[in-house]
């Protein structure tokens, strides 16, 4: 007789199910230490080693006290709103039985604001003046000035060992030169660190001491992050059964949602991700800082086609999105009008996304000076005396460069060419190498540039990374590469974040203005973000995902071996 | 012979250095250098961090510089006479590089030349370590790939020449020029589809069984795993290998001295396997240093196909993260790999080709 | 004795003996079928890719590049599109005649630039014993012994991969064989009878290299084009495969392949053709290499 479901067998006990195996499709990890961590692959291994200083809430995706992983219980905010007091939670210590304290808590901050260490995360720094530990089950941080956005600031603080790490590291300068597995093996999480082959995989081991475990008991056996070097062959072995879940390869939406059929558990969330082209205002030949050091604007030239803003949005008015979306996104892309997500809390869904209207970008063009000077429709427009910063007789062509082995990008850039071409816009579309790429667009040295902008989680349109102000715009060191100037969202964005109480509604009316000058500006075009459609094998229990939460109560599932 | 084998060692050091100074030139000019590579991710990191993180990797010195420092390391660049911690003498590069007044710590490298083959710069670890880790599979492959290739290429090709005209001779000969005709990534992929996917005859790629447990079991339990990749790697050897074979022994079968030995009254076995066979080994032995060349270069491909994590997918993504060290140490490894085939490939023609005297 | 008269008397004529090689090749390949099998099967594809751009336009009524997305991924037959569209709707015969285009004259010129590299290096090579010999075999040892892959990974990055930088990427990284082979039989020939005949007679060193070694040379040389080209086919699609190669829109037999792997479940005739088209040409090439190496063969019996 055949044994139906897994009902029929006993439950297992702590660490007597199957592990849960994911597959890595990106790189090696690079570090254990949070401080250090910027890349993906290392996240997600360090997420589950170290808790956090707080965390959001799995039904509201806010920052809340008590949500599982985090350390804070409870805290306050100040009147003036420059002091945050954080209370910690006394149950919970480090893998070698050290009580977990808000020193744990300082010697990340400490070490991020040392400048000694080459962490990512100095735009915590932005906000967060100093950390103090009155207590250990205390925590005080004080900022520069009040900030709606402090949370999404403060989430991202790293907490780790501080015993093991002041006897690892005689100075902060010392980790930046720490062997690969240095750190890692004194945690607190749902695991423990098991081993790492760099190149093959990252193994975990169930910690059966973590309290916030959802069933009581943390029962897979382990986890393990395995490294498969091909997309197309990580599918397939995910549907050999080798993977806990997987998500579908951009394009593959579809074959994977009907895997519900075959018993598949399928789940869809709207990626906290989206696809940019960022389009450069500041003449390329010549990048400059926004502001020199006693903080004056700097002239930093005009792009001689992108530098027009009529030129910007006659590129909106010629994108045909639903082509793009059939085409490259598998229906699965979500037009977007802003760089703020549809998730997101200050999502203005009454601000229109550019309409696709070719008359209107080829008046916008006529009117920037580029004509049509002999209605030949395979050759590029040419600049008049009439183009504000193009010589006379410039042809209306520009570099669109993204980077090699993305399909999707790709069929895009195709589909982009025979759009802006059909607006007599010569678009060279180029795919380069990733790291070429990068240095194009930080060193601002681009025409445009198409890639992809990851957010926090939670995240706030104040975060210290969305900020297009020219204090950000810094050669080869900031976000604001375009080179966007206008003091009118500068001015809206920073009375957002400073709103007494941070009043919800106040700070989505300021925001929204500010999204709509944006819109209007064009400093890039906030392409798409897209559905993710994630699957797990049938036979997984307890596999419960919330949003783009799929890991949140891993550490109850129950895998047969 | 053995004099000739130290002298293939003396004109492989000139070789060894042209090699390095091409690679590591080629390196430093590829733009998107190893700190975009590094700090993509923060763009926000200040030009003087990436100044200070440039000089810690030691790529911010001109190429020559770096060269040398790779090489024979630089204790004797910048160092502590008088013992109090800090560089005060300094050869070839300034003591203070970035100008902030302090000079910067004494030269703690050694080179390769010395053994220290460095740190990776993307994860900090041993560039030995991450190599010896990386070989096995690497090895595994494309010994039992060269093995399997260069048998059967040369069981093929005798076979084929034996039976000429009929219908093994046709029938190896099309096949051969068949499976070298085909991209390596294509067979690799049909195969998987055809007898993992859908016979499930095969694992779905990897080297061994995912398990909490990292090291693989040793090679015999888990041949079911190698037997596609192998199959890849060694199919274009056995069709080139053996096409070369069946032609030299057709052609040496018409020389004089074959005729010779019939007419002596030799029997026809032993006239081809002491004759003929020797002469035939001959095409082997020009063959060998290419094949091993072939195999280091073509296993990227299986390598990724298969999920075989070796030294090929190793210097791929080292240079796309511009990690100048692991790069280096694999391009030393071929290096050497190749040298000795092409010296093997010598000293067999010496033991074959009784007119060749060292 | 006489074979070095004949030898002597070719020298009133250098281009006899080589016109009677080339007349016997002819005649041979004349009753090769497997061999004339393959040179039609090569010249149909080489006339249906050089045509792409008439046939596209007068007979399949389509443009390669434009991207029709309602009609993507069609099958076979489906009305208009013979061998269905793409995932962008582009007409996939329309493509695949266009990126043989590419691809044949990508592995063409590679192969031509390979041996123009090889030929001029392996003559001086061959004539110029000492430093100049020493030196270019240490340069080819030395490439030789770094990993192709290695050198072309670098070389792309270093040029964006255009047809054009890949021929370059392709010629720079793999002309050494063909150097080898030249300086070997150079200097197999120039101690011959006849090349010593020439030299006694006081032929110049250029004379002797271009009208006594040359041509004798030309038979080896129009095999190793043969194997070449589709050699460079085959490594084309390598290089798509690693992100290296022709980038799109252009199409390449390789890239199409690369890039319709995704497609290999919902499409399989996109990743089918291309792979068809690349096997079946280089398996053409290969096969009259070897039909060539048989008819220009001395020895081998009429």
Redesign the interface.
Known sequence: MLVTGAVAQDQPGPGEGG?I?LSNLG?????LNPILA??GSSQAVINRLYPTLIGADVETFNYAPGAPGSLATSWSISEDGLTYTFTLRDDWAWSDGTPITSADVKYGFDAVAS?ET?T?L??ILDDVAAVEAPDPQTVVLTLHAPSCAALTNIGPLPVVPAHQYAELFPTFAAM?????TAVGNVSAGAWTF????????V?L?ADQSYPDATAGQVTP??W?F????????SY??F??G?FTWDGA?E??ED?MRALAAQGYQVHEYPAASLRFIALNSADPANPQDGLDESGNAIDQGHHPILGDVRVRQALMYALNFA?LN???LGGEGVQLASHVLPSSWAFDPELAVYPFDLAMANQLLDEAGFVDDDSDPATPRIATEDALYAEPGTPLAITLSTN??N?AS??I???L??QWGAAGIDLN???????????QL?GQTFDAVMLFWGFGFPDDPNGATVNFSPVND?V????N?TSYNNPEWTALMDQANTVPGCDEAQRIELLQQAFAILREDVPWIWLNTSNVVVAAQPNVQGWDPRGQLVGWNESSWIIPR | MARYIVRRMLQAIPTFFGITILAYLLMSLTPGGPLAALYFANPRLSPQDREAIGLRLGVNDPAPIQYLRWLIGDDWMRWDSDGDGAADKSFLIPLDVNEDGAPEPPGERYGVLRGDFGRSFFNNRPVLEVLTERLPATLELSVSSFILGTAGGVLVGVLAALNKGRWFDSLSRVLAVVFDSIPGFWLGLILLLVFSVGLGWLPLGDRCRTTLDPSCPPIWQRINYMILPVFVLSVSSVAVLSRYVRASMLEIISHDFIRTARAKGLSERRVWFFHALRNGMITLATFIGPAITGLLGGAVITETVFNYQGVGLTIVQAFGQRDYPIVMAVTIYAALATILGYLISDVLYGIVDPRIRY | MAATTSNVLQLQDPNRRSRTLWQRAISRLRRDRLTLLAMGVLLALMLLSYGSPLVNRYVLGVDPLLPDTPNRLLPFGAPGHLLGTDDLGRDHLARLLSGGQVSLSISIFSALAILGIGLVVGLVMGFSPGVVDDIFNWLITTLDSLPSLYLLIAVSALLQPSPQALILIIAVTSWTGAARLVRGETIARRELDYVLAARTLGASRWRIMFVHILPNLLSILAISLTVGIGGVILAESALSFLNLGVQPPTPTWGNMLIDSRIYYRTAPHLILMPGLLISITVLCLFVLGDGLRDAFDPRTED
């Open positions: 592990p195996i790189s090696d990890i690079a570090t910027q890349d400048g080459n990512a100095t735009y930046n030169e720490a062997e690969l098991g081993n790492v082959r760099p190149g093959e995989q193994t081991l056996e382990g393990i395995k490294n498969v070097a091909d997309q197309t062959i397939e072995q549907l050999a080798q390869p394009g593959r074959e082509e059939e085409g490259a090699s082995g399909e790709e069929a850039g195709v589909l060419t025979s579309y180029q795919a380069i190498d990733f790291n070429v790429l990068v240095e930080t810094v080869a060191a900031g976000f590469v």
